[in-house]
């Protein structure tokens, strides 16, 4: 805003207010001149009465109420800048500025800008929604920090760990020490200690006016509260004092705002006075009730001045207050939309408790803890259910407000200094911590067969409670964990989780700034009395600290609370347990406890019984009506028997608390046994006792196992289809469960429990409460009937769950890095993966392991990024041997997946490989391997073999083979362990050995595990060598043989036992040492060859069988095809020529090889921007019927002449004389060639004569042709004569290098995927679509097409088409083999070879011209012949037609007149343009191609085939219509007037009249010729050889000398134009260029004397460094490029779409001695190809150099007559481009991403870069910028074809029309992976491969050809050719 107007400016008129309130209080005003200077100079002299003027400068309350009523009254929005009120104000303020400075404002602030130059402290500049900024994990105190961008570039961050972010809000850090390294700091931002104070004449000055302007303002403020408060004495006043509060608070902060901008001195100087004057509690307030835009700019203010610390102090006490306010309010709605109204909480609560000092003050001083725990409760007590419980749906409804208040105890909790202020001192916040999580322990509780299906959006909410629960556990461990030397390391002390959020470098400077919280043992650390004499008397290298003990103690005194009120606890005893009444009295005192503010701490009362400790909760025991007993459960000694059913009863998966639990023991292990430094020295007898103070083994291991053995019950009844009737919340539960997000509350957490259970509890009594638990007791009982149809699954669930206990070592052996080993192992396994894959895929703990990247590599081997694939991480084949079949989180069908690749790497099954085994577990827990030995454990598996064996054969098998196998590891795992644990053995038997011989009755008869096994053995052995088992080579017999030994290695009686039933496994026994696991490897290699041969015979069969099936199914399909579906096509007599169809021509559609009916292949037309009058003379010489059609003709549409006479003509009769156009094109030919061979022979120089009257001849035909076809055909022209009663449109403007080109694009390129359909089946099959198309009806490649503009994909390759070409051309062989017309050059020499044959081209077009206008020549031409288009082209013309023919008027006229042979050779000659600039690009490198090989390979590849079809189908059809005869015959006229004489032909009178018919003849035609007479210089030197191939007589292309020899002409000219275009770049003397005697010299002497139009001729690669005449060369290197193309299709046309096409080559032509492949070296070969002389050869011929300068004559005058702007682009054969991108993401990111769009000028939602033009686009629609829409753009700038980067996105949006589709992002990270949507905000560099794939793609036109975009396309409308 503009601050105040210069001094010697006259006062504004609307000052009179103020200076009138000035003269009312007293002020002389007739003093005041210059009303603001003189005002200051007056107040100088009396200061004190500034705070009395302040008032009075601005408007009363009654005079800004009468602003708004007269705003209101004009209907002026309250936010507008220009209203009355806004304008009064502004008007004041200007004032006050005068008298805070004393003096121009503007001036006094640009000055203290000036001071602060340098000392600037913090940026602070603040971001809206979707900003971006940066975030340094090196520089950065706390993950929520972050920099501007301007910061960032300004700073030093080179190698550091940065990336980017859009930013919902906030402001940047940089300056703050507080969360920023200082050598972070930008090079304008040192920190807020380098703020100087305002020097104290400013602050008087200022602060004199700021006082009383912020009196007033607080008036304001209160006084808009208090109405909005609801007071009913100002109801009337409530709008019009919020419009007043509104626009002064609006204009006060605009000004302090415009403060900050200028110095930071000013800004403390007006921070502090703000939180002095005791405004700062109004202003948090204030958003309650000021209007949203004004709360924006407030916050913005109030984010701006957080950069004083001291404001930041009182900001914060001040948050405090106001934060349970607006939570209670929350709770009292009862959602979570008072965030959006009040949006202060979210914003400032990550600006205060993230700031280390700031945050110890507040919890400390203001209870902050305390305040957010209270929050919290009443939030559970307000969703709690009347039994205690929280209701899962009332708490969706405040998720979010949940989740806030549990971030920000986290924000506190991640400082250091807090938890072990928590821990350590403040142990009633951490019993008020414990109390929540009981709210949530058992939460969302579910049961089977419900039959009420919850709502599937609610069941994430408790996962993510638990979630944020679970981080915050993490800090109160590591507080436990740390001693009074911990925070001079902290960083080892703290989990990796935060490791980043604490500054280690300056944390002791940060502490002492508040007061360093002591630490000794003496005054900090909590002393615990009710501990056993063992746990008080802990030995100094006891690595587990008394905090943890009492943490622990805590913990497990709130689970056994929470037992004693669970009433799933099921205890057996009436004494230990809980009547309902007792249970809901316990729940509703638990929901009535509130958290006290109070600060002080109080000690754990307790007292020491035995092994047991008591305690007394005060705070409970008095209101609950149950006395509750300390550790009454976990102190049992007995075994409890605990009743319970987990599929009858409540289940829940949610039980922080003994995750909680579970946590301290893995630390307290960690701390011991990996991080200790002799860990051997460690006393392992009494760890539990140290640790479990209180508890007894068997009580603890009975309750504390029970939660998380019923949720591992649930989880496998669930995968046994137990809970269907409950729909998809038990699948999603135990998905959530298992997944890695939720690992630190699932099923590792609760694994490790169990462990610890197992090792402490009784073995036998262990696994039994797990069998009790599963429902499995009767499996024991030998009974071969099924108990239920879920029972395998179960059993297999929990044999794999023993297994795990026994085995996994997550938590209970493996170091860090070792667990890092088996995650990655575990996901690359199951395939390769990226390295963000491999990231996400880990717990978290692991993720930010330091030694990741280590780990990764050693396991893994890199794939750099290759074409469109990422850049992936692959297992090493070492590695694969240790895969975990057993890891906790496998999901089935992960599982499958492993099993399969496992095979295939190792090419051995992994379930006989990869068994268990024991390995090395943390002392404490050596008890496992009791568990794994025990009876119950042998009893399990002798009953899985017992059903294995006798019920076999049975369907419903109670041990199926996934069973069985399960068992079988687990008798391998018991095995292994007691060969590893012998030494702990001795002197006892292992059950699981000495029982194994143990024989049982059954009914049929004794058996024993060892008996059971042999018979197992046997039986597989008998039924199938190679036993196939669950789709995999499995030798199942191996595996038990192997067992067997095992045994019989172990235990001397096994061994006897198994030499009387199993000799064979034994005899060898003592005379071999083989390794089981060899064994069956080995068994399995044998087996192998013969699985294998098995496998192949069935697929043999299965091959027959498929063979049989299509056999009959062809059968059917022909007998379809004789109905009526398929009625067979007849063919007319004017599609008999088409008839012969070659025999392997097959229709894709009805696939009829019998039928005779011709096909057609399927073609792809696509519109692409790659670049970029004589009557009487007529009357004498023309025929009598064609003299009176032209005269009808122009009598009809010209008035004027309608009585004109004409000679005396004879009656028209026809001629006898008239020949075929076939026969005269022929006879044409052969004169020429005669004439031209008499002409070399006698040495006549050329005559350039042209013969007027035979134009006129010539024009009249063609006129009276047209006639003819009009009469014939007058349908077409029937409603088009109003046209003509208009004037005459302009032409359009011709084309700089053609004489015609389509509307809206370059051209038409055609392409084919080789598949051929009958017309008529195509017919019905379009049809068909479009009848589904209009009903709505699903069909393959609806998303693709659209069938009203005849597009459809090929039934057989699925690619996209849209039209038909026909497989036969006819007639075109008579025009394609003539034999070769003899030459006077067939005896040429070698130095007759080195010249150029320009002569010859020129004797050619002048003879050909003479002859086609020669009057014999033209009456002997059947003018009768009016030849229609036929029918099998009729669909290809049509699509060629329209973008020619831009009106359907046109088209109708076009259709019927437009020469079809002439569009199609446009079409052939732009695909071949297009196919030699797609072969310069490489497809995945930036580097040109610029070898022949490449180019050929380009043109096999992509259209060849159909490029020769098209020729044959241009040669067989451009003599069916006399017309168009003669359309060619005078463009051959206009050439060579062109190239031979340098003049443009007079077509004379006819030429009038031809300008008054013009809108009657074609278009097309007029063009045409009109770019047949222009400059040949001015031209595409290759568009004109294409041109003048297509109108000389077609046996010229049969001629190699005519071709070779246009070659030659054309290429003089494209090395013209080569000159011309070097010389305009460089303007150098012409002795500089080479030679004064050559055609170089001739032209720049042209240049330079004459004004030739340079300007002409463009080229934006023109090396200056290069020398001329290899520039000459080069640039005329596309043309030679495309002339080999041409002669390639002239030469050898491929006529099969599948066949060998390299079988044809004109190497021949090629000397290929040379294997450079530079582009010089390419240029020579194609010149040796041509038989083109040198260039210095070239430029000195004399010849040349005479007709060069006709040609450059002829351009410069015809660019006096018409000098329009269009240009031609000169090249060398530089590969296609697309935009130039920056190498890093950033950059191109920081430019685009708030630019605005071009047209609305407002910041695009989705910016879309064009990377053809770089225009900011939007794929979004808006009606204000419709020309910036993507398809807009895309159809204006390329034709209909847009390539764009989505700059938010990163990906690349592929445009076709109305087709979409997303391709991979050009940008990839250091690990080549893409990042969409910025989602990890890595730098991201260009990948050069990726981009020259999607170059190559555009310049191949393969984005309507690629089956890989075609996967991803959609349309969106119609589809506009």
Request: proline share 4%; glycine share 4%.
């Amino acid at each position: 805003m503009e601050i105040g107007s210069p001094p010697n400016s006259s006062p504004p008129s609307r000052s009179n207010r103020v200076v009138r309130r000035l003269a009312m209080h007293g002020v002389p005003v007739e003093q005041l001149d210059q009303p603001q200077p003189d005002l200051v100079a007056s107040l100088k002299a009396n200061k004190s009465q500034i705070p009395k003027l302040v008032p009075v400068i601005l408007p009363s309350y009654e005079e800004m109420v009468d602003a708004v009523l007269v705003d209101k009254a004009a209907g002026m929005k309250r936010s507008s800048a220009r209203s009355n009120l806004s304008t009064q104000l502004r008007e004041s303020m200007v004032w006050l500025q005068w008298m805070m400075f004393e003096g121009d404002p503007d001036v006094s602030l640009k000055k203290l800008s000036q001071m602060s130059i340098g000392q600037r402290g913090v940026c602070g500049a603040v971001w809206g929604s979707n900003d971006i900024a940066y975030r340094c994990r090196t520089c950065e105190h706390d993950p929520t920090c972050a920099i501007c961008v301007p910061c960032f570039c300004n700073g030093n961050h080179k190698d550091h760990d940065y990336s980017i972010i859009y930013t919902g809000g906030g402001c940047c850090d940089c300056g703050d020490a507080t969360a920023w390294r200082r050598e972070g700091f930008c090079s304008k931002h040192k920190g807020s200690e380098q703020i100087q104070p305002l020097p104290e004449e400013i602050a008087n000055s200022v602060g004199s006016v700021l006082d009383p302007l912020f009196a007033c303002w607080k008036d304001k403020l209160t006084l808009s509260g208090t109405v909005c408060d609801g007071n009913p004495r100002l109801k009337d006043q409530v709008s019009e004092c919020k419009d007043v509060t509104d626009e002064f608070t609006s204009v006060v902060v605009e000004t302090l705002l415009d403060f900050c901008k200028y110095s930071d001195s000013l800004l403390s100087f007006v921070s502090k006075r703000i939180f002095s004057f005791g405004l700062l509690d109004v202003l948090v307030r204030a958003e309650k009730f000021l209007s949203e835009h004004v709360v924006k700019k407030l916050h913005e203010l109030l984010l701006k001045l957080l950069g004083e610390p001291a404001f930041k102090y009182e900001f914060g006490k001040v948050y405090l207050h106001y934060y349970p306010v607006v939570i209670n309010e929350a709770i009292k709605e009862g959602n979570d939309d008072v965030f959006k109204k009040y949006t202060l909480l979210p914003t400032f609560s990550v600006q205060i408790f993230t700031v280390p000092t700031l945050t110890q003050r507040l919890v400390m001083e203001m209870n902050l803890l305390e305040m957010l725990l209270g929050c919290l409760g009443d939030i559970f007590i307000s969703c709690s259910e009347d039994d205690g419980k929280l209701q899962v749906t009332k708490l969706g409804n405040l998720f979010e407000t949940t989740l806030r208040v549990i971030e920000d105890v986290r924000f506190v909790m991640t400082h250091v200094s807090v938890p072990l202020y928590v821990v350590h001192e403040r142990r009633d916040i951490f019993k008020s911590w414990l109390k929540l999580l009981a709210f949530v322990q058992g939460m969302s509780p579910q049961r089977r067969e419900a039959g009420v299906e919850e709502d599937n959006d609610n069941i994430i909410y408790p996962f993510a409670i638990c979630h944020s629960f679970s981080n915050i556990h993490s800090l109160l461990v590591a507080g436990s964990f740390s001693t009074a030397g911990a925070i001079d390391s902290e960083s080892n002390a703290f989990p990796t989780t935060y490791k980043q959020d604490v500054d280690d470098g300056d944390n002791l400077v940060r502490h002492a700034k508040v007061g360093r919280i002591s630490l000794s043992q003496g005054s900090s650390v909590c002393r615990f009395s009710g501990f056993t004499s063992k746990v008080s008397e802990l030995k100094l290298d006891n690595p587990v600290p008394s905090s943890v003990t009492g943490l622990t103690f805590e913990c497990l005194r709130s689970i056994e609370n929470w037992l004693a009120v669970d009433n799933t606890s099921g205890t057996c005893s009436s004494k230990t347990s809980l009547t309902r009444r007792n249970f809901l009295a316990f729940t509703k005192t638990l929901s009535k406890i509130r958290f006290n503010l109070s600060s002080e701490s109080s000690d754990i009362d307790s007292n020491s019984a035995g092994s047991s400790v008591g305690f007394n909760d005060g705070a409970m025991a008095g209101e609950c009506s149950i006395k509750l007993e300390s550790l009454r459960f976990l102190s049992l000694s007995g075994w409890p028997d605990i009743t319970y059913d987990v599929s009858s009863e409540d289940i829940s998966v949610h039980i922080p608390l003994h995750r909680f639990l579970s946590l301290i023991l893995q630390k307290a292990f960690k701390r011991c046994y990996e991080e200790s430094v002799n860990p051997e020295l460690l006393i392992t007898s009494n760890f539990f006792e140290h640790i479990l103070g209180g508890s007894h083994p068997y009580g603890f291991s009975a309750y504390i196992m029970e939660h998380p053995l019923r949720i591992r019950v649930f989880c496998a009844q669930v995968h046994a289809g137990m809970w269907r009737k409950n729909g998809d919340i038990p699948v999603l539960s135990c998905d959530l469960y298992g997944s890695v997000r939720w690992s630190e509350q699932g099923v590792e957490f609760d694994l490790f429990l169990l462990q610890c259970c197992a090792a402490l509890a009784p073995a036998d009594l262990f696994v039994n409460r797990i069998l009790e638990r599963f429902g499995l007791s009767n499996y024991f009982s030998l009974n071969l009937q099924p108990s239920s149809e879920y029972e395998g699954v179960l059993v297999q669930e929990m044999l794999t769950l023993i297994i795990q206990i026994v085995k996994d070592r997550r938590f209970s052996g493996l170091t860090t890095t070792e667990n890092l080993q088996r995650e990655l192992i575990c996901k690359l396994v199951i395939g390769d993966a990226t390295h963000s894959q491999l990231v996400k895929s880990l717990p978290r703990d692991l993720s930010k392991v330091d030694q990741l990247q280590q780990v990764l590599d050693t396991v893994a081997v890199y794939s750099n990024p290759s074409g469109m694939k990422q850049g992936k991480y692959s297992l090493r084949s070492s590695y694969w041997k240790e895969l975990d079949l057993y890891h906790p989180r496998w999901n089935p069908r992960d599982l499958q997946v492993a099993e399969e690749r496992y095979l295939r790497f190792c090419n051995t099954p992994a379930l006989t490989t990869q068994l268990p085994r024991w390995t090395k577990v943390y002392p404490p827990l050596n008890g496992l391997a009791r568990t794994a030995t025990c009876k119950v454990v042998l009893q399990m598996i002798r009953s899985v073999l017992y059903y294995a064996v006798f019920m076999d054969k049975s369907p419903s098998s109670r041990a199926p083979d996934g069973v069985l196998l399960t068992a079988l590891h687990l008798l391998y795992l018991a095995l292994d362990t007691c060969s590893v644990n012998q030494s702990s053995y001795v002197g006892e038997s292992v059950p699981v050995v000495y029982l194994a011989c143990e024989e049982i009755s059954s009914s049929n008869g004794n058996q024993s595990l060892l008996l059971l096994l042999v018979l197992l053995m046997r039986m597989h052995k008998r039924e199938s060598v190679g036993y196939l088992m669950e789709g995999e080579s499995c030798n199942l017999s191996s595996l038990i043989e192997s067992l067997l030994k095992k045994f019989a290695e172990m235990d001397s009686e096994c061994l006897t036992k198994l030499q009387e039933v199993a000799p064979e496994v034994v005899n060898h026994l003592s005379n071999s040492n083989i390794n089981s696991d060899t064994d069956i490897v080995d068994s399995a290699s044998k087996h192998k060859a013969k699985s294998r041969e098995r496998q192949a015979a069935i697929l043999a069969k299965m091959r027959a069988e498929q063979s049989k099936f299509m056999a009959s199914m062809n059968s059917n399909l022909e007998e379809q095809m004789d109905g009526s579906q398929f009625e067979p096509e007849v063919c007319t007599s004017e599609e008999a020529r088409d008839i012969e169809v070659p025999a392997q021509y097959v229709c894709s559609l009805c696939h009829d090889s019998n039928s005779k009916n011709p096909v057609s292949f399927l073609v792809l037309l696509q519109l692409e921007h790659l670049v970029q009058n004589s009557i009487d003379e007529f009357a004498l010489d023309g025929k009598p019927g064609e003299v009176n059609a032209f005269l009808d003709f122009v009598k009809a549409l010209l008035p004027s002449v309608r009585n004109i006479q004409v000679p005396h003509i004879s009656s028209d009769k026809m001629d006898s004389s008239a020949y075929s156009l076939e026969v005269i094109e022929e006879e044409i030919y052969c004169s020429t060639q005669r004439e031209m061979r008499a002409h070399f022979a006698e040495g006549d120089n050329m005559s350039t004569n042209k013969d007027d009257e035979s134009d006129t001849v010539l024009l009249g035909k063609y006129i009276a042709a047209l006639s003819r076809e009009k009469n014939e055909n007058p349908s077409a022209s029937d409603n088009i004569d109003s046209r003509y009663d208009k004037p005459p449109e302009s032409s359009t403007q011709v084309h700089a290098y053609d004489g015609f080109v389509p509307s809206d694009c370059d051209g038409i390129y055609l392409s084919s995927c080789g598949h051929a359909v009958h017309q008529g089946c195509l017919d019905r099959y379009l049809s068909s679509l479009k009848e589904r198309s209009l009903r709505r009806v699903f069909f393959e490649g609806g998303h693709i097409v659209d069938p009203d503009q005849g597009e459809f994909l090929c039934p057989v390759c699925r690619g996209l088409a849209n039209s038909v070409l026909p497989a036969s051309p006819g007639d075109s062989k008579k025009a394609w083999n003539q034999p070769l017309f003899p030459t006077v050059r067939e005896t040429e020499t070698t130095e007759e070879n080195n010249i150029l044959r320009h002569q010859e081209a020129l004797y050619l077009l002048q003879m050909t011209s003479n002859m086609v206008g020669n009057n014999e020549i033209l009456n002997s031409l059947p003018m009768w012949k009016n030849g229609r288009i036929r029918r099998s082209l009729e669909k290809f013309f049509n699509v060629v037609c329209k973008p020619y023919l831009s009106t359907k008027q046109d088209r109708a006229i076009g259709l019927a007149k437009v020469s079809h042979s002439m569009l199609m050779w446009d079409t052939f000659k732009y695909s071949l343009i297009s196919t030699e600039i797609a072969a310069r690009c490489e497809n995945t490198s930036l580097t040109p191609r610029h070898g022949l090989d490449a180019l050929f390979k380009e043109m096999k590849s992509s259209n060849e085939f159909v490029l020769s079809l098209l020729l044959k189908i241009v040669h067989s059809t451009r003599t069916d219509n006399a017309r168009h005869v003669l359309l060619r015959f005078r463009g051959i006229q206009l050439f060579a007037g062109s190239i031979c004489s340098g003049v443009s032909r007079d077509e004379g009178n006819m030429l009038r009249i031809l300008e008054q018919v013009e809108k009657e003849v074609s278009v097309l035609d007029i063009q045409f010729w009109k770019g047949a007479s222009r400059p040949i210089i001015g031209c595409d030197a290759f568009s004109s050889l294409m041109w003048i191939l297509y109108c000389l007589p077609y046996p010229f292309l049969s001629c190699e000398e005519s071709f070779f020899s246009l070659v030659h002409l054309l290429y003089a000219v494209s090395v013209t134009q080569a000159i011309i275009t070097f010389h305009e770049k460089h303007q150098t003397e012409t002795i500089e260029l080479g030679d004064n005697d050559c055609l170089i010299a001739d032209i720049s002497k042209l240049v330079k004397e004459s004004a030739f139009p340079q300007w002409y001729f463009v080229s934006t690669h023109n090396d200056a460094s290069c020398p001329i005449k290899d520039a000459i060369r080069k640039f005329s290197f596309p043309y030679l490029r495309r002339c080999a193309l041409l002669w390639k299709l002239l030469k050898y046309s491929s006529s099969d779409p599948f066949g060998d096409k390299s079988s044809h080559s004109i190497d021949y032509l090629i000397d290929s001695t040379t294997s450079s492949v530079t582009e010089l070296v390419e240029v020579e070969r194609l010149e040796k190809m041509f038989k083109i002389p040198a260039l210095d050869v070239v430029i000195k011929d004399e010849s040349l150099r005479s007709i060069a300068l006709n040609w450059l004559n002829h351009f410069r005058m015809d660019k006096e007559v018409d000098g329009n702007g269009s240009v031609l682009h000169v090249n060398p054969a530089v590969p296609f481009r697309l935009m130039h991108l920056p190498y890093v993401y950033h950059d191109l990111l920081q430019r685009y991403i708030k630019q605005c769009c071009p047209d609305c000028k407002t910041v695009p939602d989705e910016p879309a870069l064009c990377l053809l033009c770089g225009r900011l686009c939007s794929p979004n629609w808006k009606s204000c910028c419709s020309e910036s829409v993507t398809q807009s753009h895309a159809m204006a700038c390329g034709a209909g074809t847009g390539i764009f980067l989505l700059i938010r996105k990163t990906t690349i949006l592929l445009q076709r029309s109305a087709r979409k589709a997303l391709w991979p992002s050009p940008y990839l990270d250091a690990f080549g992976e893409e990042d969409l949507e910025m989602r990890r905000g890595r730098p991201l560099y260009l990948n050069e491969e990726r981009y020259a794939a999607l170059a190559y793609m555009v310049a191949s036109h393969g984005l309507d050809r690629s089956s890989k975009v075609l996967r991803q396309t959609t349309i969106g409308s119609l589809f506009i050719v």
